[in-house]
């Protein structure tokens, strides 16, 4: 598990301000997630990638950005229209084989808003 | 889109009893059901998961079942220890097309203490 790393542990945002959260894995993984943990809630899915220069859209993509220029990196950025950024997001990757499926998880990055 | 619903929110047992979390989906084409648990402070962990081609998976102290028909699928845990405490999350994915990344829908989580 400790070929995911995220960074950093936890951050801090100020109003209109955009911030970028870190991912990155050593596992040669195709796939990378990123994750939304609120309390009480499960994860939601915010943005993944399948392969680098291509993401797709999860269902709580508004407000966010990210890109995949290496297979090994997967930043977020948490744009000024995201209003209410406040939350635990964790960062995931797996392989692309039917048989397994298995995510793998950083050790997450808590934001909050100044 | 696919809809989790996961249940108890909250379950105390006392070591060495059982614990059974619940969870139904919405989607009947998902055939994918994993079970993570996340430690206090620690990052998300696969425990078990089961296809849809198959109604029962055992890993230990550790079982899943699946009802396609009710759609709904439960983790069993038996001789619970106190490091069973955790909070457990199930999910639930369809196929989508092959060598594509999986969009799990999590449900909500659930809290087990396992008091000594």
């Known amino acids: 598990d400790g070929g995911i790393t995220q960074s950093p542990k936890y951050l801090f945002r100020k109003e209109g301000q955009n911030v970028t959260l870190s991912c990155e894995q050593n596992l040669n993984h195709d796939a990378m997630y990123w994750y939304r943990q609120d309390p009480g809630q499960g994860l939601r899915l915010i943005y993944y990638s399948q392969i680098v220069n291509d993401f797709q859209k999860g269902d709580i993509a508004e407000g966010y950005s990210v890109s995949r220029e290496k297979k090994e990196s997967f930043p977020l950025t948490v744009t000024s229209a995201q209003k209410n950024p406040t939350a635990f997001y964790l960062c995931?990757?797996?392989?692309?084989?039917?048989?397994?499926?298995?995510?793998?998880f950083g050790s997450g990055t808590q934001l909050s808003v100044l | 889109g696919e809809n989790v619903e996961q249940h108890p929110s909250t379950l105390s047992v006392q070591e060495g009893d059982s614990a059974v979390i619940k969870c139904t989906y919405s989607?009947?084409?998902?055939?994918?059901f994993p079970w993570y648990k996340q430690e206090l402070g620690k990052r998300p962990q696969l425990i078990i998961d089961i296809r849809s081609n198959v109604g029962e998976k055992k890993d230990q102290r550790i079982a899943v079942t699946l009802n396609k028909t009710a759609k709904h699928f439960s983790l069993h845990i038996t001789e619970t220890q106190p490091e069973d405490s955790a909070v457990y999350f199930c999910a639930a994915s369809n196929p989508g097309t092959s060598g594509s990344a999986r969009q799990l829908t999590f449900g909500s989580g659930t809290q087990l203490t396992v008091l000594p």
């Open positions: 989607d009947s084409a998902s055939n994918y």
């Open positions: 995931a990757s797996s392989l692309l084989t039917s048989t397994n499926e298995k995510l793998f």
